[in-house]
């Protein structure tokens, strides 16, 4: 049986003052071919799709998908789920945590046991 590969984890940055150094070398950290992700969600918004989006951007991926589905809602968790699923992400670093909504960021917390 071959080995069962880690868990992505999360890594939440409680940076309240948004330093600008550790914002940089955060991003700068991110490189997804190594399987560092930097996740920077976009200012203004509460939606928990908008957070997949920029999880899906984050990734390198298109964010909004093409098609039409129940009730107006993409399915883009489900879609940054199976991406981090399939590419080799071993850390999830999120910038400006202390900013998201409870929701989003349990959905967050969820990821690695849904992409196991």
């Known amino acids: 049986m071959p080995p ?6 999360v890594t939440v940055v409680l940076d309240r003052h948004d330093d600008v150094l550790h914002s940089h070398t955060a991003l700068a950290a991110h490189h997804p071919p190594s399987g560092r992700i930097t996740l920077h969600p976009g200012p203004g918004t509460t939606s928990e799709t908008g957070l997949a989006h920029d999880l899906l951007v984050a990734l390198g991926k298109p964010p909004l998908l093409p098609g039409r589905f129940p009730g107006g809602r993409q399915p883009a968790w489900e879609v940054a789920t199976a991406w981090m699923t399939s590419l080799p ?6 910038l400006r945590a202390h900013r998201l909504t409870a929701r989003r960021a349990m959905r967050l917390l969820q990821l690695p046991a849904l992409t196991g």
Not at 4 to 9: A, E, F, V
Not at 89 to 94: F, K
């Open 4 to 9: 069962i590969p880690p868990l992505p984890s």
């Open 89 to 94: 992400v071993n850390r999830l670093t999120v």
